[in-house]
């Protein structure tokens, strides 16, 4: 088995908050499952179409204190291991370190496994509590029942602005977290990774200002359309024209993940990211900021 998978982000709420958001099953179904339930010291379980596998609860509680929760997750057969710890910095700040066992990059890359979908589910759910403890909107769940990806982002950003940040390679890398090369024409290149990686995506239709669509390969095409009202930009996504048997769940999560810090990138002044530098076997760690 590999090392363990490590995500870490910096939330904006003193630990005693934090703990109750990741305890409380009302909290719980807010921003992360369709249906929680939390009795501590005996039971934690999520599920629904929000979780992999949610058919019904998969998890076993391990251990559980004032910083720490650690349960066993069954997925796909093997029995993974899940940790959530918390480290107070400063009075409201905490930093929020998970560990996730059992996940394998070339299984994300394959499809071959629901727990490939690991690192961006967790990202995303990590995204969706730090904008659940700042009173933010959500950004959209993924349904792992359905083959509909799609969703709706509203940014305090005119569309020019947030145009520009989805098409230059400098400022996406930078609110992603991870380079991204970019070629804002019909044609043009669209690279995780940057140029240099290798593998570059395919622009296929682009109106300046307006939409932008990706052609990925096998996970499909991916359309952003965008819309002006009052000085706030509506952010429309789409994925289509992938396997309707096998949803690229794991790409979407982390393609919605990253327009968590874009939608920060537009609105909190003096903006620094909320990720600490990830630990992903198989994968470059991701540059600091």
């Known amino acids: 088995m590999s090392e363990p998978m490590k995500l870490q982000a910096r939330l904006s709420a003193p630990v005693e908050r934090v703990r109750q958001a990741l305890t409380d099953p009302a909290e719980l179904r807010l921003w992360l499952a369709e249906h929680a339930e939390v009795e501590l010291p005996q039971r934690y379980e999520f599920w629904g179409r929000y979780t992999p596998e949610g058919d019904a609860p998969h998890q076993r509680l391990l251990?559980?204190?004032?910083?720490?929760?650690?349960?066993?997750?069954?997925?796909?057969?093997?029995?993974?291991?899940?940790?959530?710890?918390?480290?107070?910095e400063g009075a409201d700040s905490t930093v929020?370190?998970?560990?996730?066992?059992?996940?394998?990059?070339?299984?994300?890359?394959?499809?071959s496994s629901i727990r490939g979908v690991l690192q961006t589910y967790w990202s995303l759910a990590i995204a969706n509590l730090?904008?659940?403890?700042?009173?933010?909107?959500?950004?959209?769940r993924t349904d792992f029942t359905s083959a509909d990806l799609r969703g709706e982002?509203?940014?305090?950003?005119?569309?020019?602005?947030?145009?520009?940040?989805?098409?230059?390679?400098?400022?996406?890398?930078?609110?992603?977290?991870?380079?991204?090369?970019?070629?804002?024409?019909?044609?043009?290149?669209?690279?995780?990774?940057?140029f240099?990686?290798?593998?570059?995506?395919?622009?296929?239709?682009?109106?300046?200002?307006?939409r932008m669509s990706v052609d990925w390969g096998p996970t499909g095409v991916t359309n952003w359309e965008?819309?002006?009202?009052?000085?706030?930009?509506?952010?429309?996504?789409?994925?289509?024209?992938?396997?309707?048997?096998?949803?690229?769940?794991?790409?979407w999560?982390?393609?919605?993940?990253?327009?968590?810090?874009?939608?920060?990138?537009?609105?909190?002044?003096?903006?620094?990211?909320?990720?600490l530098p990830a630990e992903v076997?198989?994968?470059?760690?991701?540059?600091?900021?």
């Open 96 to 111: 929020l370190t998970l560990t996730q066992s059992h996940f394998d990059f070339a299984e994300a890359m394959s499809g």
């Open 196 to 210: 240099e990686a290798g593998y570059a995506a395919k622009i296929v239709d682009l109106e300046p200002g307006r």
């Open 153 to 194: 982002l509203v940014i305090a950003a005119p569309v020019d602005k947030v145009w520009e940040s989805l098409t230059d390679s400098e400022q996406a890398s930078a609110w992603f977290g991870y380079p991204i090369g970019i070629e804002p024409w019909v044609g043009g290149r669209y690279a995780m990774g940057g």
């Open 253 to 275: 999560s982390g393609s919605v993940s990253g327009l968590f810090e874009l939608r920060r990138f537009h609105e909190v002044p003096n903006w620094q990211p909320i990720w």
């Open 130 to 140: 730090a904008a659940h403890l700042d009173g933010q909107p959500l950004l959209p």
């Open 63 to 88: 251990h559980a204190d004032d910083d720490t929760l650690r349960f066993s997750w069954l997925l796909d057969g093997v029995e993974t291991t899940t940790e959530l710890q918390l480290t107070a």
């Open 226 to 251: 965008l819309a002006e009202s009052d000085g706030r930009t509506t952010l429309t996504f789409v994925q289509s024209g992938f396997d309707e048997a096998n949803p690229p769940y794991g790409a």
């Open 281 to 289: 076997p198989g994968l470059e760690p991701s540059p600091a900021n």
